[in-house]
């Protein structure tokens, strides 16, 4: 399981004109799922997202309060290593990766966690401002 997380001042999803999850100050999660992923990675990646000191004066999102965006986002397993076109075999396929995004988000709402998320399998608008910047690749 793999996450890029943005800290943000806001970020936003929209689904066919419609905003479908957004946060004020916090942390826009694009979560990728790939075959090996279980139950003991989505546990282990909430728990990480929740308490990660990435905030400003090195707060963590249980501890502000801030609010996590988690939009899937599969092309986090894409494979660039060999030609133009990326290959997308390291990512798992929908069935298998949106029960564990909801459970990833599930568990972080479980922590007590401020959570919204994108619409899986949607073309989505993410938009963000990302305050730093500051970003940081997350993998369990």
């Known amino acids: 399981m793999r996450a890029v997380v943005q800290r943000v001042t806001s970020a936003s999803v929209t689904v066919e004109g419609e905003v479908v999850g957004s946060i004020g100050e916090g942390l826009l999660v694009l979560l990728g799922i790939t075959h090996e992923d279980g139950p003991p990675q989505t ?32 092309t ?6 060999k ?3 990326p290959s997308w075999t390291g990512a798992a396929p929908g069935p298998v990766a949106e029960p564990l995004v909801d459970a990833v988000v ?19 608008e993410v938009a963000l401002v990302n305050d730093g910047p500051f970003t940081v690749l997350v993998e369990v």
């Open 83 to 85: 030609g133009r076109r």
């Open 43 to 74: 546990d282990t990646m909430a728990r990480k997202l929740h308490e990660l000191r990435l905030l400003r004066d090195e707060r963590s999102c249980a501890e502000t309060g801030a609010g996590l965006l988690v939009v899937s986002q599969f």
């Open 106 to 124: 599930a568990a972080l709402r479980a922590r007590g966690a401020v959570v919204e998320t994108g619409r899986f399998g949607a073309q989505m």
């Open 76 to 81: 986090l397993y894409g494979d660039t290593k």
